[in-house]
């Protein structure tokens, strides 16, 4: 019988996916979202492990104690997310491809969620299966009025749990606080103490050092033009 263990979970989605594949012919959609999805899931390292793959989104989890330090943690999300970003940024000057998929690369982006909980553990034949109360806020706070209120469309995202346990209080300066209120009902109380405070990591748009501390975009169109290219 498993037993609940905590931990970090992690969701990894790519941003406008949805519409990208709407509006593009399917084929080119198809290989760049797979590039992008490839580039995700060689990203997510051990301790953090990938309990499946949801659409557009890599779901994972790291079992309490793995991370010697939250700050590794901390370093490998943002080492995905510029890796993300060059990967795609060589995508859209690589391609000579005039077709739609080709054309709104540039419509693409990451968010990543990043909650701290309890969950369960089901090992299923092809993949394990993570249950509870933590794990259904982790989805929600996929679907959240982030980028209305903030502008953001990439961001990296922190609830209140995680960033008391990954011991990142004192840069939460450096963060952009949010608050997100979902209907609840009859989780009202296991989860009010952190559920409805975020944060997130805010962003500059330069990509061109290696290391940043911060990004995240809030005009894509801008940052995809040639004269920011010229500079990376
Ligand atoms: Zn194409």
């Given at each position: 019988m498993a037993k609940p263990q905590r931990g970090f979970l992690l969701i990894a989605d790519i941003t406008g996916y949805t519409a990208y594949v709407h509006a593009s012919e399917l084929e080119h959609a198809e290989d760049s979202l797979r590039s992008l999805l490839n580039l995700l899931i060689k990203h997510t390292r051990l301790p953090q492990i990938i309990s499946k793959l949801e659409g557009d989104a890599v779901f994972s989890y790291a079992v309490d104690g793995s991370f010697l330090q939250g700050q590794t943690l901390v370093e490998m999300i943002e080492n995905t997310y510029l890796a993300f970003r060059q990967a795609l940024e060589l995508m859209i000057v690589n391609t000579t491809c005039t077709c739609n998929a080709c054309r709104n690369l540039g419509s693409l982006d990451l968010k990543i969620f990043v909650h701290y909980g309890t969950f369960m553990l089901q090992e299923l034949p092809v993949y394990t299966e993570l249950v509870g109360n933590d794990v259904n806020l982790i989805h929600r706070l996929t679907k959240n009025n982030v980028a209305e209120a903030t502008g953001l469309k990439a961001y990296i995202l922190y609830t209140q749990a995680a960033i008391n346990r990954l011991g990142i209080q004192e840069e939460l300066g450096q963060l952009i606080s949010h608050r997100e209120s979902y209907d609840l009902i009859g989780e009202v109380e296991d989860l009010a103490g952190f559920c409805p405070y975020a944060s997130l990591r805010g962003a500059s748009q330069?990509?061109?050092?290696?290391?940043?501390r911060f990004y995240g975009r809030t005009d894509h169109r801008r940052a995809h033009s040639r004269q920011n290219r010229s500079t990376a």
């Open positions: 330069d990509l061109s050092g290696l290391k940043p």
